[in-house]
């Protein structure tokens, strides 16, 4: 019996050999040789158009929506790059700054605003004015709660028509849907009412605090420059006063060294004085003793 040989053309046999246990077989099979470059599979190759990459240092291929994907997400990093330089020249341009001057112009506008004569005249009464808003708001959206309650549990008997059912439900709805519509407008109302009067109370009281800082800085600014001024007038009658004792010091340092000389002169000459009269007195003593 022979057997045939793998990846053999058909016809050829393979010759009978004793199959002995535990021996090399002398001729092995051959791998399977593999082709180089593969034919991708059907389902990739059918109705996909093959581009190359824009990199010359790859060479790889992308089917259509992977080109696609890619150009997006080139289109945004582009995009990115220039929101980002948009930003920073953004940053770098100065008229997008906001100073301190323009702080201030914007506060002693709203400081002057709240000082004219017609919100001064208003602020009179403005309290009271405030009350009577805040109280018409109020029993408006009180009113319009309890229509809504009212007309959310009415329920139409059957008893009457069909038609006149249909109508009474419709002017049901038609009550319900303005009570509703009043029950948002008084309570948005309300609500404005409320936070438009505290946004103004914090408006003038940041208003009254930058006047406030400003007449405090004013006051340090001259404060300090009066301290300047006392210390400068201070420091130059300080250093008139320590010129003045140099001097008396350094004239009684000259006359102290003018009495120094004038001593040493006069102890120079009455040691010389003492020598001579010591002198002339050893010689007498000495004539006697001849």
């Known amino acids: 019996m022979q057997r045939r040989i793998r990846n053999a053309p058909d016809g050829a046999d393979e010759p009978e050999f004793p199959i002995l246990r535990g021996a090399v077989p002398l001729f092995p099979a051959p791998a399977p040789v593999r082709p180089a470059n593969p034919p991708p599979p059907r389902n990739l ?7 190359q990459a824009d990199s010359p240092d790859t060479a790889i291929e992308y089917d259509q929506k ?11 990093a582009e995009n990115q790059v220039k929101g980002l330089s948009l930003i920073n020249d953004m940053r770098k341009d100065t008229s997008f700054v906001v100073t301190d001057d323009d ?10 605003l709240f000082k004219s004569r017609l ?23 009180a009113d319009a709660v309890r229509e809504v309650n009212k007309y959310s549990h009415v329920e139409i008997t059957m008893e009457s ?26 309570g948005f109302a309300l609500l404005l009412f409320l936070v438009i009067k505290r946004i103004m109370g ?14 405090a800085m004013r006051q340090a600014e001259s404060a300090s420059k009066a ?14 006063e320590l010129n003045r004792k140099i001097e008396e010091l350094g004239k009684e340092l ?10 040493r002169k006069q102890a120079e000459s009455l040691q010389e004085e003492y020598n001579r009269v010591s002198d002339l007195l050893s010689g007498d003593h000495n004539k006697k003793d001849d």
């Open 45 to 51: 190759r059918r109705n996909s158009a093959r581009f």
């Open 161 to 186: 028509s069909v038609r006149h059912a249909a109508d009474a439900d419709a002017v049901i709805h038609m009550r319900l849907f303005r009570a509703q519509r009043n029950f948002y407008i008084s």
């Open 254 to 263: 000259k006359k102290t060294q003018v009495d120094r000389d004038t001593l």
């Open 227 to 240: 301290a300047k001024t006392l210390m400068n007038a201070g420091g130059e009658g300080e250093v008139a």
């Open 202 to 215: 914090l408006i003038s009281r940041g208003a009254q605090l930058e006047a406030a800082s400003e007449a």
């Open 103 to 112: 702080v201030r112009a914007l506060s002693s506008r709203w400081s002057k």
């Open 66 to 76: 992977e080109f696609d994907a890619l150009k997006r997400m080139k289109e945004v």
């Open 119 to 141: 919100i001064t005249s208003l602020s009179a009464h403005a309290q009271i004015y405030s009350y009577a808003g805040a109280f018409v708001l109020f029993i408006l959206f």
